[in-house]
C-alpha cells in the first residue's frame, strides 16, 4: 500500500482502564481524528506509552485502529527497542495487516556509530516490503541520524519519510533540501517554521486536541497564506507549550480526560500531570473552544 507521507498525522495515545488497554475508547479517538480530517495515524509511538505494551497488546492496539480507520486514513505502526533482531521480527509479527508501513526509532540507550544506525535499519526494512519511516529523537535515544546516514537510507525508496525531532530547524531544512524523503516535523514547537521551510508534514501529539486546527495550519503553509498561518499558530502555541510542559503524555491524558475522550490513567513509570499542569491546561482549552471548528474541502 503505496500512501502520501505528507499532511498532519497524529501518533495515538493508549487509553487505559484498571491497567488495561480501553480498546473501545481508542476506537473512538482514531474515529473521531478521521472524522475531523487527520491525514495518518500512527500506533504505538513514544505518545501511546509503547514501551510499556507487550507484544499483545501492541497488536490489539493496531487492529482496534485499523478496524476504526476503515480504510479511511493510513496507518503507521511504530517499532522500537535497542534490540535490532527483536525490532524486525516485530515488524514480521504486524505485517500481513493493512498498514501504510512502520515508524523505526533510532535505537535507545546503546548509541550506536552511524554505520550501526544504517545496519539497524536495513535490517528491519529486509523484514518488509513496506515503506518505513525513519524516527530521529535524539533526546530520547542518545542518537543523532545525522544528514549524510538519511541521505544514504534514502538512496532506497523504501525509506520513504523521516519524522525529524532533533529539535534543531537546521537539521530538518537539510532533510528537506538534500534528500528526497518526505520530511515530517516532530517538534510540534518547529510546526509553523518547519512547514515555511518545505517540510511535508508532521506526526504532532498535540494535534489530539483540534486536529481540525493543525490540519488548518497545513492547509493555510499549502496555499501560502502566511498571514493567517501565524495568526493560527499564535492561537496553538500556548496548546503545545502545555502538552510538553510536564513528560509526554500526562498532559496531553490530562486535556483528554477533561474532553472525556479517555481515563487519566498512565502506566508506570509514566504518571498523571500535576494539578497545576491541570488547572493551566483547562484555561488553555476554553480559549482553544472559542476557535471557530475548520473543515477541509477534503472531508466535505
Known amino acids: 500500500m503505496l500512501t502520501s507521507l505528507h499532511g498532519i498525522w497524529v501518533p495515538l495515545v493508549t487509553p487505559m482502564h484498571h491497567g488495561e488497554i480501553d480498546l473501545p475508547r481508542l476506537q473512538n479517538l482514531a474515529a473521531d481524528l478521521v472524522n475531523q480530517g487527520v ?3 500512527v500506533v504505538c509511538g513514544t505518545t501511546g506509552e509503547a514501551p510499556q505494551l507487550d507484544l499483545a497488546e501492541q497488536g ?3 487492529a482496534a485502529v485499523l478496524e476504526a480507520a476503515h480504510k479511511r486514513c493510513p496507518v503507521l505502526m511504530g517499532i522500537g527497542g535497542s534490540d535490532t533482531y527483536a525490532a524486525a521480527s516485530r515488524v514480521l509479527q504486524f505485517d500481513d495487516l493493512d498498514l501504510a508501513g512502520y515508524l523505526v526509532s533510532t535505537p535507545a540507550y546503546v548509541r550506536p556509530s552511524q554505520e550501526g544506525l544504517v545496519r539497524h535499519f536495513e535490517t528491519i526494512a529486509a523484514s518488509t516490503g513496506r515503506p518505513i519511516v525513519l524516527y530521529n529523537v535524539p533526546a530520547r535515544t542518545g542518537v543523532n541520524l545525522e544528514l549524510a546516514t538519511a541521505s544514504r537510507l534514502a ?3 523504501q525509506f520513504a519519510a523521516i ?4 529539535g534543531r530547524l537546521r537539521q530538518i531544512t537539510d532533510l ?6 518526505s520530511v515530517l516535523c516532530g517538534d510540534d514547537a518547529l510546526l509553523l517554521s518547519a512547514l515555511c521551510s518545505g517540510a511535508h508534514g508532521a506526526i504532532s501529539a498535540s494535534a489530539h486536541i483540534r486536529v481540525d486546527l493543525f490540519v488548518q495550519l497545513y492547509e493555510l503553509v499549502e496555499e501560502q497564506r502566511l498571514p493567517e498561518a501565524r495568526e493560527l499558530f499564535a492561537r496553538l502555541q500556548p496548546l503545545i507549550q502545555l502538552m510538553f510542559s510536564e513528560p509526554n503524555p500526562a498532559p496531553l491524558k490530562a486535556a ?5 475522550v479517555l481515563r487519566e490513567e498512565l502506566r508506570l513509570p509514566m504518571t498523571p500531570a500535576t494539578n497545576g499542569c491541570k488547572a493551566r491546561i483547562a484555561t488553555m482549552l476554553e480559549a482553544l473552544d472559542e476557535v471557530p471548528v475548520y473543515t477541509s474541502a477534503e472531508v466535505i
Open 176 to 181: 528537506v533540501e538534500h534528500t528526497p524523503l
Open 60 to 62: 490489539a492496539a493496531l
Open 39 to 41: 491525514h495518518g495515524l
Open 256 to 260: 483528554l480526560a477533561m474532553q472525556g
Open 163 to 166: 519524522k525529524e525531532a532533533g
Open 155 to 157: 538512496e532506497r525508496p
